[in-house]
C-alpha cells in the first residue's frame, strides 16, 4: 500500500524515536521525504534507512526552535521539491525537575522546542499546504490531558500544543487543511526512561502508565500515517490517545 505516493512529507524530530518510525513508515508507502533534526548522526542514519526502502529523502540539520533555521528548511524543501503535502511536527524534548527547582531557561528551553517549533512549522508552511490541500499531524502527549509530576514545562508544552492543533483545524478547514494531533503513552522511546532526579514519588510517576504493555515506536507512526493519508481525511481537529486505556 503506497498512500503517500507523489506526496511530498517535511518531518520533524526524524532522528529517532517517534521521528524516525514514521519517517520509515511514509517511506515505506511512497512518500517523498525532506526530515530534519539537530542530531546529524542519527539524522543520517534515519536517511539511509529511508532510500534503502526506496523513498527520495532529503535530510537537514534543524533547530525547530530556531526562526531562521525554520525558514531555511522551508526554503530548501520547496526548491528541492516544489510543494509540501504532509507536515509531521514530532520534534520535542523532555527535561526533569521538580517545580521548585525548576531552572527558568529549562523551562523557556522545552517550550521553546515542542510548542514554539511546532508554531514555526506550522506557520511558515500553511501557505503551500492549502494548495495542495494538505495535512498537519502534531504530536502532543497525554501530559497535555493529564497531570505528570516532575515535568511542569514537558505537559505545558504539550497542551499547548494541543490547543494550537484544534485552533488551526478551525481557522483552516474550509480552506481544506487537515489538522490533528496525536497523544502518545506508554511508548518505548527515551522519554520514557526513568527521570535522572533524586526524591521521586514512583505512585506519581506511574500514575499514567498504560495498562497493556509499552509498545514501540512504530505504533504511533502508523497513527500518523493514517490521520496524514486520505483515508484519514475527515478527521479533523482532533486528538488521538495512544496509551494502552492509561486515560481511558
Known amino acids: ?76 524543501m520547496l526548491e528541492l521539491f516544489g510543494k509540501v503535502n504532509v507536515v509531521a511536527n514530532v520534534a520535542g524534548i523532555q527535561l526533569w525537575h521538580h517545580t521548585s527547582d525548576h531552572p527558568t531557561s529549562d523551562f523557556e528551553r522545552t517550550l521553546a522546542v515542542n510548542l514554539t517549533g511546532t508554531f514555526l512549522v506550522c506557520r511558515e508552511l500553511i501557505p503551500y499546504l492549502l494548495e495542495t490541500r494538505g495535512s498537519i499531524v502534531n504530536v502532543s502527549s497525554t501530559t497535555a490531558l493529564a497531570g505528570i509530576p516532575y515535568s511542569v514545562a514537558y505537559a505545558a508544552s504539550k497542551a499547548g500544543v494541543l490547543a494550537l492543533t484544534k485552533s488551526l483545524a478551525v481557522e483552516y478547514a474550509k480552506k481544506g487543511l487537515q489538522v490533528n494531533c496525536v497523544n502518545p503513552g506508554g511508548i518505548k522511546t527515551a522519554m520514557t526512561r526513568m527521570p535522572p532526579i533524586e526524591d521521586i514519588d514512583m505512585d506519581l510517576l506511574l500514575r499514567q502508565n498504560p495498562l497493556t504493555p509499552f509498545v514501540e515506536p512504530e505504533a504511533v507512526a502508523s497513527l500518523i500515517a493514517y490521520l496524514a493519508s486520505d483515508e484519514g481525511r475527515h478527521i479533523n481537529g482532533e486528538h488521538v490517545r495512544i496509551d494502552g486505556a492509561a486515560l481511558a
Open 1 to 76: 500500500m503506497e498512500r503517500f505516493e507523489n506526496k511530498v512529507v517535511f518531518l520533524t524530530g526524524a532522528a529517532t524515536g517517534i521521528g524516525e518510525a514514521t519517517a520509515k513508515r511514509m517511506a515505506g508507502e511512497g512518500a517523498s521525504l525532506y526530515i530534519v533534526d539537530v542530531d546529524k548522526s542519527e539524522l543520517e542514519k534515519t536517511a539511509q534507512d529511508c532510500r534503502r526502502l526506496g523513498a527520495n529523502v532529503e535530510s537537514e540539520i534543524c533547530d525547530v526552535s530556531d526562526e531562521d533555521e525554520v525558514t531555511g528548511s522551508v526554503k530548501n
